[in-house]
């Protein structure tokens, strides 16, 4: 009794201080907001995935830059493609993805799309980047030798994560500045090593001493190994496109940013500008020594050990400092997203829990629940196979679902597009970023489901070892399993939604509130 008394106590005052906050709260600027969009989009990606995609396209320099290239592309496709639909006037109580499927297509398919970037990406990866960021953060005291790698547990990188992710969230509630202020550090942070990394493994690209763990030398530069693949191009772009979603976290955060009506469109465009031309060249450093992250690239440039050891545990220093900035971008999407959905009763429960609790309790308990509920799903089988190539590899799938979605809803408004009330940019520009992203991301699902999931991986070799894993690889995880989960993950995307709108529809009595009125509609 006593300990349930003082968290009472705790929360109440929690409460009361967050009111204060909220009342003398701070709009981000132009520059802050650029920051938290790349300090959400660099980092784990880049420095993480980058492994997976030089497994995936066999480390030939070519192909493997070209994955990047393209995945880019397609991404500017998208914010450019938005730059434009983002402009509409539109009074609506979401922002971002909800709000523009709404704007082009109405309430049925925005309803979907809030559902599925509140429950689906944001709650998926909350949880999950905690998890990498636990990763990463341990990493550097393997690489002093500290530690011994794999002396933490999945299921302790789960917790710690949890502990990562609750605190960053508790900074965006109480105070949007001050989640600003520590996105734009760990953004300036983060960029000491990947600037090093890039002059460094460019300028000396012809140095070669890393000797892997067989003892054999491993650097080398990837443009002279193997043979270029397109289809390995696309077979990569899931873990690509992984490396540039964030952008939709900006997206939400219209109204915490200084005339974000007219700002939010340039700061997706510069922003994801900026975020292509860093991921290229960190690739294109990390080819030139057939290096999977930027630590090998430093081992490969200098053959001292004590150096590649003092370089590996500074690297890995700046990348734990990352991956809690790009875990605080993702913080700040996801409460934000809760707080939208509480609003619009979003989903089932929420409007009684909302009259009977309050919008903050409701908010708590939807945004806590859904992380445990991700938490279960990837961690059980994690658990058991004692490796973390399935979450590394899950962790693709949900943004690809949702450039998917982004893809439909830019074909939409294209059809649309002389109905629709925008400011309207160049159409050359618009019609060239719009082809290329639905064609490009339409193309690169087909392509990812019926080639690499269903013939490769679930046909052709499913007994092999996929090309996914982060620091606890292991013996990684065969590829049937991962086809299994995709379409677990697929089922979950499309079903949950339906569900929740059916159990609304037969056990809430009071239709759920209107987001837009028929006049904003007619907008």
């Known amino acids: 009794m006593e300990v349930s008394w003082y968290v009472l106590k705790v929360s109440n005052h929690f409460l009361e201080r967050r009111n204060m906050s909220i009342k003398k709260a701070k709009k981000m600027g132009f520059w802050a907001a650029i920051s938290m969009l790349i300090g959400s989009v660099v980092g784990i990606g880049i420095f993480f995935k980058n492994g997976s995609i030089s497994r995936i396209t066999e480390q030939n320099g070519a192909t493997w830059l070209a994955a990047w290239i ?23 109580k979401t922002e971002g993805i909800a709000k523009w499927a709404t704007f082009v297509s109405g309430e049925r398919l925005g309803n979907f799309a809030q559902f599925t970037y509140s429950f689906f990406y944001t709650g998926f ?37 949890l502990c990562i992710t609750s605190f960053l969230i508790v900074v965006n509630v109480t105070s949007v500045k001050a989640s600003g202020i520590f996105q734009q550090i760990t953004v300036v942070l983060k960029f000491i090593p990947l600037i090093a ?44 496109l992984f490396a540039y979603d964030g952008f939709l976290n900006v997206a939400t955060m219209q109204k915490k940013v200084k005339d974000g009506e007219r700002q939010i469109p340039k700061i997706l465009f510069f922003g994801m500008l900026i975020v292509i031309i860093v991921n290229s060249l960190i690739s294109l450093a990390s080819i030139l020594h057939m290096a999977p992250s930027v630590d090998i690239v430093m081992k490969d440039v200098f053959g001292d050990p004590t150096v590649q050891k003092t370089l590996g545990v500074l690297v890995y220093m700046f990348i734990a400092i990352s991956a809690w900035g790009v875990v605080n971008g993702y913080a700040a999407g996801y409460w934000t997203a809760i707080e939208q959905g509480v609003e619009t009763n979003l989903f089932f429960g929420m409007k009684w ?16 629940s859904i992380i445990v509920f991700w938490a279960l799903i990837l961690l059980i089988p994690s658990i058991v196979l004692n490796t973390d190539s399935l979450i590394d590899s899950l962790s693709n799938w949900p943004t690809f679902f949702i450039f998917g979605l982004l893809a439909l809803i830019i074909l939409i408004y294209s059809i649309k597009r002389k109905k629709l009330h925008t400011t309207e940019m160049h159409p050359v520009i ?16 087909l392509f990812s489901l019926f080639y690499s999931t269903i013939y490769i ?32 993950q697929l089922i979950i995307f499309l079903s949950f939604p339906v569900i929740n709108k059916l159990l609304k529809n037969k056990f809430e009595k009071n239709k759920v509130e209107e987001v837009l009125t028929e006049d904003n509609l007619k907008k």
Do not use: C
Not at 70 to 92: D, N, P, Q
């Open 353 to 368: 829990m909302k009259n009977k609790f309050g919008k903050f309790k409701t908010t708590i308990v939807y945004a806590v």
């Open 70 to 92: 393209v995945g880019g592309i397609l991404a500017l496709g998208l914010a450019i493609s938005f730059s434009e639909i983002g402009t509409t006037k539109m009074e609506s």
């Open 430 to 445: 618009f019609w060239v970023a719009s082809i290329v992203a639905v064609v490009g991301i339409f193309g690169a699902l």
């Open 457 to 488: 991986d679930f046909i052709k070799h499913p007994n092999e070892s996929s090309s996914y894993g982060l620091f606890a690889r292991g013996n990684g995880v065969k590829n049937y399993i991962g086809s299994v989960m995709f379409f677990v």
């Open 197 to 240: 990394a890039i002059i460094i493994g460019i300028g000396m690209a012809t140095s070669h001493n890393y000797i892997d763990d067989n003892g054999k030398l491993a650097g080398g530069n990837g443009f002279t190994h193997g043979t270029f693949n397109p289809l390995l191009i696309v077979a990569a772009l899931p873990a690509v």
């Open 125 to 161: 990866f909350t949880f999950v980047l905690g998890f990498f960021a636990s990763e990463a953060t341990f990493q550097g005291l393997v690489m002093a030798g500290w530690m011994k790698s794999g002396a933490i547990p999945i299921w302790g990188h789960a917790i710690i994560g």
